[in-house]
C-alpha cells in the first residue's frame, strides 16, 4: 500500500507534468480567410517571444485575436530545447499574409537573457536559410525584449541574419543598474556595440510600457529601465518611439486586449491611414 506522502509526490509530478506540457503547446488560431481594411498586407513573419518564465500561454491569446480580427495568420511555432536545438511545428504557406511566429523556450527560467539572445540569433539565422528571410518584426516581453535588443545590437550585422524592420518591445529592461551602483555590464555592452545598428538603417523600434498610477513603474520593470534604450539608438538610423500606458501592470502588457489593439496598429497600420 502507498504512503500518504507517496500519493501527494505521485500527484505533484502529475500536475508539474501536465503544466509543463500544456505550457508548451502553442494554439494555432483559426484564419477567417478574410484581411482587415487599413492594415498593410506582407509576406514579413513577425517572432513573439516570450520574457522569463513565459510560456505559449504568454501569447496563445493575442495570437488568437490577431487571426479573428484579420489582422495575421499564424505559420510556424519555433520551440528551443534545453540542448538548444530547434523543433519546428506547422506550415508557413507562401500566400500567407503578416505571417506569425511563436518562439517558446523549454529553459525559460535562466539567470539572465544571454542564452536567450543566443538562441533567438540562432533561429533567425534558421529562418534566413531555411525560408530566405529577409527581413522580420518582432514582439517580445520582459526579458524576451533584452534578449532581443542583445540580438539585433550585437549580431544585426551578420550577413547570415535577416535585417529587422518592426520591434514592439513590451516591458523591456535594458538597463538593470541598480540605484548607486555601478552601471550593468550587459547595458555597457550594448552602448559598446550600438555602432552595430547601422546593418539595421530604417528598422522601427516601438518601446512600450506600463505606467501603474502615481507610479514610475510597471510594478515590476521601472520606467528608468526601459527608457535606458534611448542612449543605445541614439544617433543611428534606426526610428524610435516610447509608448507610455498607463495603468497597464508588467504581466499585462501582453494579455490586456487594449495592448493587442496597440501591438496590431504598431505593426501593420497602414501609415497613411494613421
Not at 513573439?48 to 505559420?75: C, D, E
Request: hydrophobic letters at 40%.
Amino acid at each position: 500500500m502507498r504512503k500518504p506522502w507517496c500519493w501527494g509526490a505521485l500527484i505533484l509530478g502529475s500536475g508539474w507534468a501536465a503544466y509543463h506540457w500544456l505550457s508548451r503547446r502553442a494554439i494555432t488560431p483559426r484564419d477567417r480567410r478574410y484581411r482587415r481594411a487599413g492594415i498593410v498586407q506582407t509576406t514579413t513573419p513577425t517572432l513573439f517571444v516570450p520574457g522569463w518564465g513565459g510560456n505559449a500561454w504568454t501569447y496563445n491569446g493575442m495570437l488568437r485575436w490577431f487571426a479573428r480580427q484579420g489582422y495575421a495568420a499564424k505559420v510556424l511555432t519555433i520551440r528551443v530545447d534545453y540542448h538548444d536545438h530547434l523543433h519546428v511545428s506547422g506550415q508557413w504557406p507562401e500566400t500567407a499574409v503578416n505571417p506569425t511566429i511563436q518562439v517558446l523556450f523549454d529553459h525559460n527560467f535562466t539567470g539572465d537573457y544571454r542564452r536567450q539572445t543566443q538562441w533567438l540569433t540562432q533561429i533567425l539565422r534558421w529562418l534566413h536559410r531555411r525560408y530566405g528571410v529577409t527581413a522580420y518584426n518582432a514582439v517580445a516581453h520582459s526579458w524576451g525584449g533584452s534578449a532581443l535588443v542583445h540580438s539585433l545590437v550585437r549580431d544585426g550585422a551578420d550577413p547570415t541574419l535577416p535585417r529587422l524592420r518592426r520591434a514592439v518591445l513590451l516591458g523591456t529592461p535594458v538597463d538593470e543598474t541598480p540605484p548607486n551602483a555601478p552601471q550593468d555590464p550587459a547595458y555597457r555592452r550594448l552602448l559598446a556595440v550600438r555602432h552595430n545598428l547601422r546593418a539595421n538603417a530604417g528598422a522601427e523600434i516601438h518601446n512600450v510600457y506600463g505606467v501603474l498610477t502615481g507610479h514610475a513603474t510597471d510594478g515590476e520593470v521601472p520606467v528608468r529601465q526601459v527608457t535606458a534604450l534611448r542612449a543605445v539608438v541614439a544617433d543611428s538610423p534606426v526610428t524610435y518611439q516610447e509608448h507610455p500606458v498607463d495603468g497597464i501592470g508588467h504581466g499585462r502588457l501582453h494579455s490586456a486586449p487594449r495592448m493587442w489593439r496597440l501591438i496590431a496598429r504598431l505593426l501593420w497600420a497602414n501609415k497613411k491611414d494613421d
